[in-house]
């Protein structure tokens, strides 16, 4: 078993449930950020302040508990 599968193995054995990250793009657009783009979030990875923006949202995501951040990668 991988290291990944192992920690949600402890996760499931400590806790029961495994909690997934929160809706991204509806946290980078309450942060004021325009998503109005072909790329939708993907658009913020073009640069260090989005790049930032996405990474203190998966941040949040884990301080409210997530176990599991998912990429975006529906585009």
Do not use: P
């Not at 402890?10 to 509806?26: F, N, W």
């Not at 790049?51 to 998966?58: E, L, V």
Request: aromatic residues 6%; hydrophobic residues 45%; negative net charge.
């Amino acid at each position: 078993m991988d290291h990944a599968a192992q920690r949600i193995d402890k996760v499931l054995a400590d806790s029961g449930v495994v909690l997934l990250d929160g809706g991204l793009a509806t946290t980078l657009e309450a942060s004021g950020h325009d998503l109005n783009h072909k790329l939708w979030s993907a658009k913020l990875l073009m640069t260090s302040d989005g790049q930032a923006a996405i990474r203190d949202a998966h941040t949040s995501f884990y301080a409210a508990g997530a176990n599991i951040a998912i990429s975006s990668s529906y585009q």
